[in-house]
């Protein structure tokens, strides 16, 4: 695997929109190329060398590249976007959209990322390290597609309205989420380890959510089931008892699921 290393230089106040920097893009480029790339600054297009410096060497296909990011990229958007095959990693935070529309390889954030991280994906592998923001895995404004496959991890907290029309896949959150996790499902599986404030899996019609944590509030539009023990789904197995429950009733013939860890939800039942 060869690898390109980019070092931020100064992130302006002004975000940068970089949804060339894939490996799709890179492969096969000498560095000289690659410096002419062109991203957006603002309303101007600029080589990538106004912002990175660029080092290292390009496989000849997207799946021989790996684009090491050595900085702290905070200011930076769209890494990764669209991209079908090979490797990033980004030692520090990212800006919105990493990770957008990618249908395959796999992208490393160390640190932090902004909102929409993951949206549309549809294979790959994206994991953050830190916390992310609003409507991770979820689908753009005006769209009722969303992430329709690949596995999308946070290690840290997420904001609201996470996995929005969510179709297939698989979105674990270790931390905690904010409101209206799940909002919209219509497919796939949402696991969040930590607690959510409230409204998990508004309007949901299909697939399976699992809160390890509390749910401090809980919606009336979904059907009680009983408890359920050492489940698996979509092939993740899960250790414990949990409360089931069916809906969002809000939607006729919906058959979504959610699953609460009994140890922590019981002030949820009917």
Same mark, same amino acid.
Request: overall charge negative; aromatic content about 8%.
């Given at each position: 695997m060869s690898e390109i290393i980019l070092i931020p230089k100064e992130q302006p106040e002004v975000p940068i929109e970089a949804n060339t920097i894939t490996p799709d893009e890179f492969a096969g480029k000498s560095i000289e190329e690659i410096e002419k790339i062109i991203i957006w600054h603002g309303n101007t297009e600029v080589p990538?060398? =106004?912002?990175?410096?660029?080092?290292?060497?390009?496989?000849? /296909?997207?799946?021989?590249?790996?684009?090491? +990011?050595?900085? =702290?990229?905070?200011?930076?958007?769209? +890494?990764?976007?669209?991209?079908?095959?090979?490797?990033?990693?980004?030692?520090? *935070?990212?800006?919105?959209?990493?990770?957008?529309?990618? /249908?395959?390889?796999?992208? /490393?954030?160390? #640190? *932090?990322?902004?909102?929409?991280?993951?949206?549309?994906?549809? #294979?790959?592998?994206?994991?953050?390290?830190?916390?992310?923001?609003?409507?991770?895995?979820?689908?753009?404004?005006?769209?009722?597609?969303?992430? =329709?496959?690949?596995?999308? /991890?946070?290690?840290?907290?997420?904001?609201?309205?996470i996995a929005e029309f969510m179709l297939s896949g698989k979105i674990i959150i270790k931390g905690n989420a904010n409101i209206m996790p799940g909002i919209r499902m219509h497919g796939g599986l949402l696991v969040i380890e930590g607690d959510v404030v409230a409204r998990t899996g508004g309007a949901m019609k299909y697939g399976n959510i699992v809160v390890e944590g509390t749910i401090n509030e809980f919606l009336a539009g979904f059907e009680y089931l009983g408890i359920v023990k050492d489940m698996e789904i979509d092939g993740t197995s899960f250790k414990g008892a949990y409360y089931k429950f069916r809906g969002d009733n809000c939607n006729r013939g919906a058959d979504g699921a959610i699953y609460a860890s009994v140890v922590n939800n019981r002030h949820i039942l009917p």
């Open positions: 990538l060398a =106004d912002f990175f410096e660029v080092s290292g060497k390009s496989g000849v /296909t997207a799946a021989d590249t790996t684009i090491i +990011i050595d900085g =702290d990229a905070f200011n930076t958007k769209r +890494i990764g976007q669209g991209m079908t095959d090979g490797e990033i990693i980004v030692n520090g *935070n990212v800006n919105m959209y990493v990770g957008a529309e990618m /249908t395959g390889g796999k992208i /490393t954030v160390e #640190g *932090n990322a902004g909102s929409w991280a993951g949206q549309n994906m549809k #294979g790959g592998e994206l994991t953050i390290k830190g916390d992310a923001g609003d409507y991770i895995g979820s689908a753009y404004r005006g769209d009722w597609r969303g992430m =329709d496959g690949g596995v999308l /991890t946070v290690y840290g907290n997420v904001g609201n309205e």
